[in-house]
């Protein structure tokens, strides 16, 4: 049974990377075109759309942008210390060095999922990356199952928080609706700017960033 929830929450968590992957490219669009819209706008009210626009409290220094969540501490269970244990012995770079390239690649990915696991008290994700793996957890009971069950409702709210937030409804719209909602936020709310000042700025093309700048939470120190 825990196989089934295993496979259940790798999909989860490849729906919500994609869906966290796609929402940071909807973010900083977003974040580029009020930035630009913002260099239009009368200095007198720049402290009124950083409020009413960005949601930035000056005091707090919050907007709508950054991450609030807070972490709780977990101790690691006995039984994410042993499947942690295999999984790096399975998957570990050093272990795979004649490996033929490709799969040498799916290796060391598992591995980096491994450390991610750890360093961010994901243990239950762990369950999969063995599976993957090609360990037995056949083994594993009911504490187990429980761990994973419970992270699949995690990562399902997750993916449900990131699709009601605002970037989410942006990378959702089309160029008109773009429109309107940059209408309707910044000239229907009192600012001084042209609807084809808006126009423009969204016909203008953000910087793309370097791919793969991610950081991978120091594999290479690991290897």
Same mark, same amino acid.
């Given at each position: 049974?825990?196989?089934?929830?295993?496979?259940k929450?790798k999909?989860? /968590?490849?729906?919500?990377?994609?869906?966290?992957?796609?929402?940071?490219?909807?973010? +900083?669009?977003? @974040?580029?075109? /009020?930035?630009?819209?913002?260099?239009?706008?009368?200095?007198?009210q720049?402290?009124?759309? %950083?409020?009413?626009?960005?949601?930035? +409290?000056?005091?707090?220094?919050e907007?709508?942008?950054?991450?609030?969540?807070?972490k709780?501490?977990?101790?690691?269970?006995?039984?994410?210390? =042993?499947?942690?244990?295999?999984?790096?012995?399975? !998957?570990?770079?050093?272990?795979?060095?004649? !490996?033929?390239k490709?799969?040498?690649?799916?290796?060391?990915?598992?591995?980096?999922?491994?450390i991610?696991?750890?360093?961010?008290?994901?243990?239950?994700? /762990?369950?999969?990356i063995?599976?993957?793996s090609?360990?037995?957890?056949d083994?594993?009971? =009911?504490?187990?199952?429980?761990?994973?069950?419970?992270?699949?409702?995690?990562?399902?709210?997750?993916?449900?928080?990131?699709?009601?937030?605002?970037?989410? !409804?942006?990378?959702?719209m089309?160029?008109?609706?773009?429109?309107?909602? /940059?209408? +309707?936020?910044?000239?229907n709310?009192?600012f001084?700017i042209?609807?084809?000042?808006?126009?423009?700025?969204?016909?203008?093309?953000? @910087?793309?960033?370097a791919? %793969?700048?991610?950081?991978? +939470?120091?594999?290479?120190?690991?290897?």
């Amino acid at each position: 049974m825990i196989k089934k929830y295993a496979y259940k929450l790798k999909f989860l /968590l490849e729906e919500l990377e994609d869906a966290k992957e796609k929402s940071e490219i909807a973010k +900083n669009d977003l @974040k580029f075109r /009020l930035s630009e819209i913002k260099k239009l706008i009368r200095k007198d009210q720049i402290d009124q759309f %950083n409020k009413s626009v960005l949601g930035i +409290n000056k005091e707090k220094k919050e907007n709508i942008f950054e991450k609030n969540d807070k972490k709780e501490n977990k101790s690691m269970p006995g039984w994410a210390k =042993k499947i942690h244990k295999k999984i790096t012995f399975k !998957t570990h770079p050093d272990r795979n060095l004649n !490996t033929e390239k490709e799969e040498k690649e799916l290796i060391t990915e598992l591995y980096r999922k491994s450390i991610s696991a750890i360093d961010e008290e994901r243990y239950a994700d /762990l369950i999969p990356i063995a599976v993957e793996s090609r360990i037995s957890i056949d083994y594993f009971g =009911k504490e187990e199952e429980e761990a994973v069950i419970n992270r699949c409702k995690e990562v399902e709210k997750e993916i449900k928080k990131i699709m009601k937030s605002t970037v989410w !409804t942006w990378h959702m719209m089309n160029e008109n609706d773009k429109m309107k909602y /940059l209408k +309707n936020t910044v000239i229907n709310m009192g600012f001084d700017i042209h609807e084809n000042e808006i126009k423009e700025i969204l016909r203008r093309k953000p @910087k793309k960033r370097a791919r %793969n700048q991610r950081p991978i +939470n120091n594999l290479r120190n690991r290897l």
